[in-house]
């Protein structure tokens, strides 16, 4: 397996360019409030964002959005996977793929092992799993981009499929989120930014730099 990096809540042209020049595989983009990362649909379209970043995969993210939105989104960017970060069940998840052909990408909040039961009821079904530093209680709270870590020790039990590890991951702490787990893919937002929302080069740069690093020396 090669491990890939995710770099996610892409929100400008300079930032899906500061992704290609770092060699990163994947960006996504948030269409779901609140994030201080969200974009518009018709944001996207005018900037062009699905030719700036046409030689990387493209990835929409979502929560609880219906059908008519996530259309909207989509095409927006032209996007190759959808991220669904809410509380979308087995049978939401099922729809989505199945009405727009997209492979899935499903989120879940992690504190222990009975979080990973939940998730392996998606099996089958959703293509990739996502695991993320589970969010506050209020329904209403961002779901993502927290800057917050999880004990991914948790994840030695997982028996599942291919995961995206996420959560307070940033170039002080990836070599040790990288010997701890096993994912596929490597999804990082507010630990390559200056301010929430605003990605910084050299930050960006040095997190994949390393990411690539700890890979190896595991290997």
């Not at 609140?34 to 518009?40: A, D, G, L």
């Not at 998606?122 to 969010?135: C, E, I, M, R, T």
């Amino acid at each position: 397996m090669t491990l890939k990096i995710k770099i996610c809540g892409l929100s400008s042209l300079e930032q899906i360019e500061m992704v290609r020049a770092s060699g990163a595989e994947i960006c996504g983009f948030i269409f779901a409030n609140p994030s201080p990362r969200m974009i518009e649909p018709e944001y996207a379209v005018r900037n062009s964002f699905s030719r700036a970043a046409s030689d990387i995969v493209r990835v929409a993210v979502f929560v609880n959005a219906d059908d008519i939105y996530i259309e909207r989104c989509i095409s927006s960017v032209d996007a190759n996977l959808i991220q669904l970060h809410g509380d979308e069940s087995v049978e939401r998840c099922f729809e989505i793929k199945s009405t727009f052909g997209l492979p899935v990408i499903k989120s879940f909040g992690v504190s222990s092992e009975q979080d990973l039961a939940t998730a392996i009821k998606y099996s089958g079904v959703v293509d990739y799993f996502l695991f993320d530093a589970k969010p506050d209680n209020d329904l209403n709270a961002q779901r993502g981009g927290l800057n917050k870590t999880f004990d991914w020790s948790i994840l030695k039990n997982w028996k599942g499929g291919n995961y995206y590890l996420s959560g307070g991951l940033n170039q002080n702490n990836i070599n040790d989120a990288v010997n701890s787990s096993n994912p596929s893919v490597i999804d990082v937002s507010s630990g390559v930014e200056s301010e929430p929302g605003l990605k910084d080069r050299k930050k960006l740069e040095n997190f994949v730099k390393l990411t690539r690093l700890a890979y190896k020396k595991k290997l």
